[in-house]
């Protein structure tokens, strides 16, 4: 499950400052997740909170600036089953 700050968090990393995320008053978390849906970008914020959740796990340190594609490489890397990932989210 994403939280609000990781919607708002993420949407910031994929949109940059202006988006319509962050333009939001008191967003509930389902209203996050209708916006991104909107934007086009909710699988983005949803497969990078499980990667970062998933290194996190594992103690993998990273930026939170970190390319999604170079959070992939990481768990490859370290071998994080991607089946196991998908199926406990």
Known sequence: MVTKNQ???????ILGDYNS???LIRPTRMR????AIE???LLDIEQRV???????KR???FNDE???HKLVQLAVSRKINFDK???DD
């Open 66 to 68: 970190t390319p999604t």
């Open 50 to 56: 499980v990667l970062k959740r998933a290194l996190k």
């Open 32 to 35: 996050l997740k209708e916006a």
């Open 39 to 41: 934007e086009g970008i």
């Open 85 to 87: 990932l998908l199926s």
């Open 7 to 13: 919607y708002l968090e993420e949407a910031l990393y």
């Open 21 to 23: 995320l962050t333009q």
């Open 59 to 61: 103690k993998i340190e």
